[in-house]
């Protein structure tokens, strides 16, 4: 039985998926989609996930979306290392404390960015208002600065001495508004540090490598075909723009 994986690796949570199982050598089938071409209003992918959302995992006939449980999934079938999702239970609460917050606060702060300053006028072909723009930075800002203080702190990882599943997720949602121009790691050494422990603890090649396509984004933005996005280019612009 092949364990299939559905991912974009321009699409942070799918990063995070992909780095966690390559880290663990998790054997899978890589199914790789385009999110700006459409694949997930496809019939096929449909049938597979009603949500119609990447990453999404197919191991037999069990089905599964959304990446924080995909990797916890993951984590329990393959017996991954102790520090990705502790078995202690206030260091696995304070995993588990940092994915619940970072969907409205580090991830959506900086998703913006990047749509804000590549996706939405190259792509879409629609101004932002510059308001739009400075509200986006400024609440970024101070995500990045609560990231910091609070999960943070003075320690080499969010949980302590070693990476986990909390650093995955929150390096691959920071390392999208760098990719966008906005480099978040000057004036920020104590972060800077941490993205650097990060990097090593999953291996530079690997890091990188997943990383490729995001970087590359101005690049790659040209040769998007908008017709991908059309079935939600309204409902892009409204919840962003309005």
């Excluded at 209003?41 to 979306?65: H, M, Q, S, V, W």
């Excluded at 879409?124 to 723009?133: I, Q, S, T």
Aim: net charge neutral; hydrophobic share 45%; charged share 25%.
């Amino acid at each position: 039985m092949t364990l299939e994986i559905y991912l974009d690796l321009f699409s942070q949570p799918c990063r995070s998926v992909y780095i966690f199982a390559k880290k663990n050598n998790i054997q899978f089938d890589h199914k790789k989609i385009s999110l700006f071409e459409g694949y997930q209003y496809g019939e096929e992918f449909g049938k597979i996930n009603p949500l119609r959302k990447f990453p999404t995992i197919k191991d037999g006939d069990f089905c599964l979306a959304e990446s924080v449980a995909i990797m916890i999934y993951l984590a329990d079938k393959f017996h991954t290392p102790d520090h990705w999702f502790p078995a202690d239970l206030q260091k696995r609460a304070r995993v588990n404390e940092y994915l619940s917050w970072q969907h409205t606060s580090i991830r959506m702060h900086g998703a913006k960015i990047i749509w804000f300053k590549i996706l939405i006028p190259e792509v879409l072909g629609a101004e932002v208002p510059k308001e739009k723009m400075e509200n986006a930075v400024e609440n970024l800002n101070w995500a990045l600065q609560l990231f910091q203080d609070k999960f943070l702190q003075d320690k080499p990882f969010i949980v302590g001495d070693q990476i986990s599943l909390a650093d995955l997720v929150a390096i691959v949602e920071i390392m999208q508004p760098f990719a966008a121009g906005m480099d978040v790691f000057e004036n920020r050494p104590k972060l800077k540090a941490w993205k650097d422990r990060v990097r090593e603890a999953i291996g530079a090649e690997l890091f990188d490598e997943a990383h490729q396509a995001t970087m590359s984004i101005r690049d790659n933005a040209k040769t998007i075909d908008p017709k991908g996005l059309s079935p939600l280019k309204d409902k892009i612009l409204k919840f962003f723009l309005s």
